[in-house]
């Protein structure tokens, strides 16, 4: 079914389409740490921290890409990766209507793996937003789904892996090329490692029944395990744990709201009283909720800073498997502050995303011009190598980054209109609906939370 679907998306590109003589001699890899803050970065830096980040962003240009509200994930992560706007690629938010999560299926828009795939050069894509189910493409791809067809909750039952439960309808779709589940499955962290790694106490604590880390180590591993010993020309990896404790933790991080509920140890309590009663569907699960010490405060200040410690180490794993001829992008889809409404009780996302160029194809150095949200498609296209579309609205980045030139295409808007909706069986939609609950971003009956200035 899922090769049906690429020749009809090829066929349905009038252009035909052939490698073009711009091939860049390194590897383009790209690091995406869903709401990175910039400022939190900086003032990590300041502090002597963040040891890989420092060393990324004094070699290498700096800037900030403006997003579009309603900031969405999902939304923005198939933006950079198309290079085209919502109401064109077709991913609105989550999920559309009850209990759906939006999928690959609804994606109307080439990405850049589709159009590496067309060109022949080998592509590695590790938990990337909106990637379940996996188009079949020249390379791997561990989709954002492949870690919810996985127990993520905090007692890992070794024997799942290894058990009848975990039938092939529950990873159908996951993973391609479909072999490597056993590879990806081998490298889900167990409990131990997770209680002995950098992060204990939060796995320990965290108030969610899916602490990111399982998650986001599994996309490294595979990541560095495919980078490692394949040749793959464009390498793409998503981690979502910064994003997910700031949304919780965010409150304790900003000196104002700190101050607050240090003078008045109920107050954050009576505040979530307050919120629960006016919003009686809220779906959030909130830790900290009861009298607060001084300890406690300190102790929940630390959470977002440890969860930018474990990025700048995965950044390290990252570099260490880079040579000389490639290039590397860090990029966040928002950044992050105290929620408008309640400053107390959670983080929300900001317009500004981190952006960060380092390596063979960087030209620019220091602070650079800021990106549209739109520049980031076409420019990751370019320089790989591969054409960019003459209808994309965003423009390639070449004060940023040494391009000796791109091929171009009418178009990469596909016409979907005859495919099927995927049937969806396997639980990771049920897990991924329920971590999308206790996030706040969907409530109770599975609708997407709409609130434009509450962006999740
Ligand atoms: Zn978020």
């Not at 990405?111 to 079949?136: F, H, K, M, Q």
């Not at 607050?260 to 809220?282: G, I, Q, S, V, W």
């Not at 160029?357 to 800021?370: C, I, M, P, T």
């Not at 994309?392 to 209109?417: C, L, P, Q, S």
Request: proline share 6%; aromatic share 10%.
């Amino acid at each position: 079914m899922l090769h049906f679907f690429s020749r009809l998306i090829c066929a349905s590109l009038a252009i035909s389409i052939s490698a073009c003589g711009h091939q860049p001699a390194g590897r383009l890899v790209v690091v995406g740490i869903d709401g990175m803050e910039r400022q939190v970065v900086d003032g990590m830096i300041q502090q002597g921290d963040l040891p890989n980040l420092a060393m990324l962003m004094s070699e290498g240009a700096t800037s900030s890409i403006e997003v579009v509200r309603p900031i969405i994930s999902p939304i923005v992560w198939t933006t950079y990766a198309s290079g085209y706007t919502k109401d064109v690629h077709g991913v609105l938010g989550w999920s559309h209507g009850a209990v759906k999560p939006y999928t690959s299926a609804d994606v109307r828009v080439w990405r850049i793996w589709d159009a590496a795939t067309e060109a022949g050069i080998p592509v590695l894509v590790s938990g990337w937003l909106i990637t379940y189910p996996y188009n079949p493409i020249d390379g791997h791809m561990l989709t954002d789904r492949f870690v919810w067809a996985m127990p993520m909750d905090r007692r890992m039952d070794p024997d799942f892996l290894r058990s009848e439960s975990m039938g092939q309808q529950e990873h159908d779709g996951t993973i391609w090329p479909p072999g490597d589940y056993q590879v990806a499955s081998a490298l889900v962290p167990s409990d131990q490692w997770l209680e002995s790694a950098q992060l204990p106490y939060q796995f320990d604590r965290y108030s969610t029944v899916f602490h990111p880390l399982r998650k986001d180590e599994t996309h490294l591993r595979y990541f560095e395990k495919i980078l490692g010993t394949t040749d793959v020309r464009i390498a793409l990896l998503y981690q979502n744990g910064v994003d997910q404790v700031s949304h919780l933790y965010w409150p304790f991080l900003d000196e104002n709201q700190a101050r607050l509920m240090l003078e008045d140890p109920d107050l954050r309590a009576r505040t979530l009283k307050d919120y629960l009663n006016r919003h009686p569907y809220e779906t959030r699960t909130y830790p900290l909720t009861g009298t607060l010490s001084r300890q406690d405060i300190m102790e929940a200040a630390q959470w977002v800073p440890d969860i930018y410690r474990y990025v700048d180490s995965v950044l390290g794993r990252v570099l260490a498997l880079l040579e000389p001829e490639d290039t590397l992008i860090v990029l966040s889809d928002h950044g992050f502050r105290c929620s408008p409404y309640e400053p107390l009780l959670h983080g929300s996302h900001r317009e500004q995303a981190f952006f960060l160029a380092w390596g063979a194809a960087v030209r620019a150095s220091g602070e650079v011009e800021k990106l549209d949200e739109v520049d980031v498609g076409p420019t990751l296209l370019a320089l790989a190598g591969l054409p960019v579309a003459d209808d994309m609205k965003g423009r390639v980045r070449d004060d940023i980054f040494a391009i000796d030139g791109w091929d171009t295409v009418e178009t990469r808007v596909m016409n979907r209109v005859s495919i099927p909706a995927v049937e969806d069986k396997s639980l990771s939609g049920e897990r991924l609906m329920q971590q999308l609950q206790a996030l706040g971003y969907v409530d109770r009956s599975g609708r997407p939370i709409e609130n434009p200035f509450e962006s999740r």
